[in-house]
């Protein structure tokens, strides 16, 4: 029997029996809702009895009617009774993030991640929210990242001669290396501001793998780092038969037919771009693709939309992470995890992303330690790989208080925690291409997720 049915027939027992038997109601209801059938038979009874039982029922017979009903408990209650208080706080947060997602994207026109970013720029211009550390490492201010995205569009408007066809929502797509991350991500927001789709490619890919990125994102204008010339080459003749523009993102072009945008980028504008240019887009918008791993054939598109991409920048919020966090993440852009979780998240919820340009087993302690880093992201065999350095003195010694991620064993799990200390691990699972995810979010190790006493689940048949 489902659980809202259960509820309505506890409500009629209440009212049923009367206010002096409530108590008796309640205990037998509870049995009732851990699933035992025989307490389905005496709610039964009891409200035939009702009008036998009301009249000369008196309120100490009905307590201790309650005290036998909850004497007959199991001694461990069940696993799925334990979780309760975690169920109800996660289905309140996902509630609440939900209807403030849903709110944001009903306006016309949605408030999306940029109408927070641009609003973050001009109330705290000087804040930091990211902090590079590949090379000339600095820190990266709201005023800057939002003055790289407008140069941005003014040099793509005047490197196309319009931006007619950005505009009208033609996606775009980069293929760059961690060491034009900084770049990349003011070019990124500048086609956000546009509304504009955008494609992050996956650096390594080349031949058809890469043209079949390209194409299958449906870009008309592809920027690429300098050091990918050969990546690009490749495939050129191909991606200029399909009226595909190409620039390096560098101050010159070593290949005929293919743009420079860094001279454009240096002279243009830090003018505000106006609002109403991303009028057009809804909540189901695209607004990334991100592609899979291509270990099952092409590399394919998974389109992440403007509501979608706000549900996982929440998970952030979701964990517990606040505007005081500062993030650490050594995830490539191209990934769910390093982009939007990480920077996006950071952006959307005021905290600071400590960028690293790739993952160093060696230096991953010693970068958290000097940025005070409270809140690491892993995928796969991040963890592993911290496990298996050698020992020291000072493993213990930081200021994490939180791991999110993915993929992690039970086995790496324990030897994590044992060795550097009690650490939240909140770990999920799901892909960016599917439409369903699991958080473990009581933290029970090894688990994917769990059956909560708030949900019953029936098989039919029998498994494979």
């Avoid at 038979?41 to 201790?64: E, F, T």
Wanted: contains cysteine; charged residues 15%.
């Amino acid at each position: 029997m489902g659980i809202w049915l259960r509820l309505a027939f506890l409500l009629l027992l209440l009212l049923g029996l009367g206010q002096s038997a409530w108590p008796a109601a309640v205990a037998l209801a509870l049995r009732w809702l851990l699933g035992d059938s025989i307490f389905c038979v005496l709610l039964g009874l009891a409200m035939l009895a009702r009008p036998w039982l009301y009249p000369w029922m008196p309120n100490w017979l009905s307590l201790v009617a309650a005290a036998l009903m909850l004497a007959v408990l199991p001694a461990r209650p069940p696993p799925g009774l334990r979780w309760l208080p975690a169920d109800l706080a996660y289905v309140f947060g996902i509630l609440h993030l939900g209807l403030n997602i849903k709110a944001r994207m009903s306006r016309r026109p949605p408030n999306t991640f940029v109408d927070t970013f641009e609003r973050r720029a001009q109330a705290q211009p000087d804040r930091a929210p990211l902090v590079w550390k590949g090379p000339g490492g600095r820190s990266v201010t709201f005023r800057e990242l939002d003055e790289r995205a407008c140069q941005a569009v003014w040099a793509l408007k005047a490197e196309l001669g319009s931006l007619t066809g950005l505009l009208a929502g033609e996606p775009a797509a980069l293929l760059v290396l961690p060491s034009q991350t900084i770049l990349a991500l003011g070019l990124w927001l500048g086609l956000a501001k546009l509304g504009c789709p955008v494609a992050w490619i996956n650096p390594h890919a080349r031949g058809a793998p890469l043209l079949h990125s390209v194409l299958s994102s449906g870009a008309q204008l592809l920027v690429v780092d300098p050091d990918l010339q050969e990546n690009l080459e490749e495939v050129l003749p191909k991606l200029q038969a399909e009226n595909i523009r190409c620039f390096y993102l560098s101050h010159s072009s070593p290949t005929p037919g293919v743009g420079a945008l860094g001279a454009a980028l240096d002279v243009a504008p830090t003018d505000p771009v106006p609002a109403d240019l991303r009028a057009r887009i809804t909540s189901k918008s695209p607004a990334l693709f991100i592609y899979t791993s291509g270990t099952t054939g092409l590399p394919k598109p998974a389109i992440v939309t403007q509501e979608r991409l706000l549900q996982i920048c929440k998970m952030l919020s979701l964990g517990g992470v606040t505007a005081d966090d500062v993030v650490y993440t050594v995830l490539p852009l191209y990934h769910v995890m390093g982009l939007i979780l990480g920077i996006l998240g950071c952006l959307e919820l005021g905290a600071t992303c400590v960028l690293a340009p790739k993952f160093s087993a060696s230096c991953f302690w010693d970068d958290c330690r000097q940025h005070g880093v409270t809140v690491i992201l892993y995928v796969g065999e991040v963890l592993r790989y911290l496990c298996n350095t050698p020992q020291r003195p000072e493993d213990r010694t930081h200021t994490i208080r939180l791991a999110m991620g993915n993929g992690l064993r039970a086995d790496v799990w324990e030897s994590f925690q044992q060795r550097f200390g009690p650490i939240r691990i909140l770990e999920t699972y799901g892909s960016t291409e599917g439409n369903i995810g699991f958080v473990n979010y009581p933290g029970r190790c090894g688990a994917l997720g769990k059956m909560s006493c708030l949900l019953r689940v029936g098989w039919v048949g029998q498994w494979p």
